[in-house]
C-alpha cells in the first residue's frame, strides 16, 4: 500500500498546476459549504429557539377540534337529514371544571403548567387609546411558563403580587402613551367594564407587535375587568422536552377534550418551510463541491492518458488490476482528504467572519449579530460529502486505467 500511495502522490506532483486548482475546487467547495450551512443552520436554530422558548409548548384552549353533535344526528344518524342555522348558546366562555384539569396536568412528571384568562381592553392614558390585549395571570406561577421575566426592563413580574391594581405593559406601547413607571392607567372591557391600573413593570420582548399590544395583570382582576368570575381560557404547558409536545398534546386532549395544540401544530408552516429551505441550502452548496468533483475527473483522467505506458510497465511486472486502480482511487482520496484539512479551516475563518456582522433589520430598535451554528454535523457532512465526491470523481478514470491491455500498449511503442 505504501508503494501504491508513493506511485499515486507521484503522479498527482507532475502535473502540479491541475491538481492545485483542483485541490482549490474541493477547499472552496468545503469552505463555502461550512459557511452557508452554517447560516442557514443558526437562523434555523435561534428562530426554534425563540420560538419554544418565547412561547409554551401546549396550548390547552377553550374550545373543541369538532362542532358538538346534535340530538337529532344522534338519534338519525344515517338518515337523510340536513341541520342548518344552528346557534349556539350564549354562555360565558372559558374552560369548565379547570381546577381538576390543573390538578391532572401538575400530576405530569414532565410538565408544567399555568392558567391564563386572554382577552381584548382599551387603554386610556392623557386622551389616548390603544387597543390591547390583556393576559390575566398567577404571578407567582408564569415564570414556569412564560419567559416574560427575562424581559423586563423596569420593575418585575413579582411586583403584581404585593400590588392587586398592578399591571405590566410593553416598552413600545409605553412609548406610544408616554407611559411610565408608576403611572395610572384606565383600562376598559367589553361590557362597559371599566378599572384602573397601575404601572408596576414594563417589558421588552424585541418583537414591536408584542410590546405595542400585550399587557399583563394579575388572574382575578382580569377576570374581574372581562366578566369571567372565576373562568380561564387558556393553560400555559412548558415541557421538560420540548420535542415530545406533540404526542403529549394529543394524549391531554383526548382525555380532557379540550383543544390542545403543540408548538409544532401551531407552526407546521413555518416548520415546513424550514424544512425545504435546507433542502434548496444543501442541493445548491453540494452543487459546489459537484463542480469540484469535476476538476478532480480531468486531472486524473488526464494522469491516466498520459501514463498509459507506465501502467503497462506496471502490469508487465506483476501488478494486477486492482492495484493499478487503487493507484488512481489513492489520488482522488488524497486530493479529498487535503482538501478537507485545508477547508475546514477556511470554512471556520468564513463563519467566524460572519459571526462579527451585525445588521438591524427592519422594525427592530437594536443591532442584532448572525446567527451561525458551529455544529459538528456540519463539518462532517461537508468533509464526508467533499471526500465522497473526490473518490467517486476518480472511479471512472481508475478503472479505465485498470483495464488498460500491457501488450496492445507496449506493441505501439515499439
Not at 168 to 197: E, P, Y
Request: proline letters at 4%.
Amino acid at each position: 500500500m505504501r508503494l501504491l500511495i508513493f506511485i499515486a502522490l507521484k503522479h498527482l506532483l507532475a502535473r502540479k498546476r491541475q491538481s492545485i486548482v483542483s485541490l482549490m475546487g474541493i477547499v472552496l467547495g468545503v469552505g463555502f459549504f461550512l459557511a452557508i450551512s452554517s447560516i442557514m443552520q443558526g437562523s434555523e436554530a435561534d428562530f426554534i429557539k425563540r420560538l419554544v422558548d418565547n412561547s409554551p409548548h401546549i396550548t390547552v384552549s377553550d374550545e373543541f377540534r369538532d362542532p358538538r353533535i346534535q340530538p337529532i344526528e344522534k338519534i338519525y344518524g344515517d338518515g337523510a337529514i340536513e341541520i342548518s342555522g344552528v346557534k349556539p348558546l350564549t354562555e360565558t366562555r372559558g374552560i369548565r371544571g379547570y381546577q381538576k384539569i390543573m390538578s391532572y396536568l401538575e400530576n405530569q412528571p414532565d410538565m408544567m403548567a399555568s392558567p391564563v384568562l386572554v382577552g381584548s381592553g382599551i387603554i386610556s392614558f392623557a386622551g389616548q387609546e390603544k387597543g390591547v390585549t390583556i393576559n390575566g395571570m398567577i404571578p407567582e406561577e408564569i415564570h414556569k411558563v412564560s419567559t416574560i421575566s427575562d424581559y423586563m426592563e423596569e420593575g418585575s413580574v413579582e411586583r403584581l403580587e404585593s400590588n392587586a391594581d398592578g399591571i405590566l405593559v410593553g416598552i413600545t406601547l409605553a412609548k406610544n402613551l408616554s407611559l411610565s413607571m408608576n403611572d395610572t392607567i384606565s383600562v376598559s372591557a367589553q361590557g362597559g367594564r371599566v378599572r384602573t391600573f397601575k404601572i408596576v413593570g414594563i417589558f421588552k420582548t424585541g418583537r414591536g407587535g408584542y410590546d405595542r399590544s400585550a399587557v399583563f395583570t394579575t388572574l382575578k382582576r382580569a377576570q374581574v375587568l372581562l366578566g369571567r368570575t372565576n373562568r380561564i381560557n387558556n393553560i400555559l404547558i412548558k415541557m421538560d422536552d420540548p420535542n415530545t409536545a406533540l404526542i403529549r398534546s394529543k394524549e391531554i386532549e383526548k382525555i380532557i377534550r379540550y383543544k390542545s395544540e403543540s408548538w409544532q401544530e401551531s407552526s407546521e408552516d413555518l416548520m415546513s418551510t424550514l424544512a425545504i429551505r435546507n433542502m434548496i441550502m444543501y442541493t445548491v452548496v453540494s452543487a459546489v463541491l459537484v463542480v469540484a468533483a469535476f476538476g478532480i475527473y480531468n486531472v486524473i483522467s488526464t494522469v491516466v492518458m498520459e501514463k498509459h505506458r507506465d501502467i503497462a510497465i506496471l502490469k508487465s511486472m506483476g501488478f494486477p488490476s486492482a492495484d493499478i486502480r487503487m493507484i488512481f482511487l489513492i489520488q482522488g482520496v488524497l486530493l479529498g482528504v487535503a482538501g478537507n484539512m485545508a477547508g475546514i479551516p477556511l470554512g471556520s475563518v468564513f463563519i467566524k467572519a460572519l459571526q462579527q456582522i451585525k445588521f438591524r433589520p427592519p422594525g427592530s430598535t437594536e443591532p442584532i449579530s448572525m446567527p451561525v451554528s458551529w455544529g459538528w454535523e456540519q463539518f462532517a457532512i461537508a468533509a464526508t460529502f467533499a471526500l465522497c465526491a473526490s473518490v467517486l470523481a476518480s472511479f471512472l478514470p481508475a478503472r479505465k486505467a485498470s483495464h488498460v491491455q500491457p501488450v496492445d500498449i507496449l506493441r505501439g511503442g515499439l
